[in-house]
């Protein structure tokens, strides 16, 4: 008797949540690569990701070996296990899933269900969302003002509060709206799962689900950020994960005001004093700069009174700084031959730049550039190469 795996939306885990293990028999396996595998059963409790949900971790047993499970993959009706062995069709495996993660995906996952069904009272239809490995976002088409966002927040704690149920049918085909199925999903051969939060909400999904809103404990909404066109993207979190980011927030401003040596609440001030203190020093390093760039191109001037090129290494400045000298020492050199090399950077004018260029490409390693009458050029920095340069222009 041949064995047949149960299809997607049938599957154990959409059937009860719930359910840890589960023991089974193997149906196929294909060979992906010599240490991938494609392992169908007759039916599992490791979810396979969909519907914006990730997919399970796990382990299979056969006999005394036991393997983890961290790929569970939906193809059309088909449910996949990607394993590291060969299994044969007919073994008995027991499953096992990892029920901590499990868990904390049903409560993004139905955490997120009541947050859009509360928006829908806006007048604010879900557009997509995201479970992230700490943070989710749920797109809608407007930003909410910060009213508005105070307001979702407390309406969907309430909803948690109240611990309403919530209930997996599967009803007629042609009663539920379609547009959200997956393009692969056959619907004549699926099964099409809606879920309702009591009088709420009801919205077709294949997801694992809690029982009833009171096991989100709670919905946290963080910040807006722009999405598609004129979109936002609300971050949340629900459930555990909100005490493990409180928890990680605090240890990060622990941190922060030892290292600025003040108490929280003086933790703004101390930040914009130190941005304030920055800008001011940043303004001065740029205007002394510019003072020593007008010495340096003086310097170089009189070389050029009196030789055909001149040359300037500096390993602390970049493009500006040697766009400034160069721009100063052009129209006063024509017919001379000026080379620049920073970190990273490089720029040579004049009569030699053909014969330069070709020499430093092959001391200064990945330079590329060109230039009409000019190269400018970029390289990755090495102080060994850039010794090599410096000694290349010294012989000129």
Known sequence: MSLKARIVGDLLCQRDSYLTK?????????????????????????????????????TIKIDDTELEVTEVKRNGLNCYHMVSQLFKPGDTVELKVDWRRRFDHMQQHTGQHLLSAILDKFNLPTLSWSMGE??????????????????????????????IKIQVEVPDKDSVKKDKMPSDYDLEKGILRVIHIGELDSNPCCGTHL?????????????????????????????????????????TLKDLTGKLSCQTDDLVEKVEALQLSHRKAASKEMSLMKELAEYQSKEL????????????????????????????????????TLVLIGNGCLIISGPQVEEVSTQLKQVLKGLKGGGKGKFQGKFTFNQSDFNSAEKYLESL
């Not at 700490?134 to 109240?162: F, G, H, W």
Request: proline residues 5%.
């Open 301 to 336: 001037l009189a070389k050029l009174e009196s030789s055909e090129i001149a040359f300037l290494c500096r390993s602390d400045v970049g493009l500006e700084y040697f766009n400034n000298i160069s721009k100063k020492l052009l129209p006063l050199t024509p017919g001379k």
């Open 22 to 58: 589960l023991t089974t028999q193997v149906v196929s396996c294909n060979k992906l690569s010599d240490t991938q595998y494609e392992l169908e059963l007759e039916d599992t409790v490791l979810f396979p990701e969909g519907g914006g949900q990730p997919t399970d971790h796990g």
């Open 211 to 251: 029982s009833s809103t009171g096991q989100i404990k709670s919905i946290t909404l963080l910040n807006q950020f722009p999405g598609k066109k004129s979109a936002s993207r609300i971050n949340f979190l629900c459930g555990d994960r909100i005490s493990k980011f409180t928890s990680e927030s605090f240890l």
């Open 134 to 163: 700490m943070i989710n976002y749920i797109e809608i088409p407007r930003k909410l003002t910060p009213a508005e966002l105070e307001e979702v927040s407390q309406m969907c704690n309430d909803k948690i509060t109240e611990n």
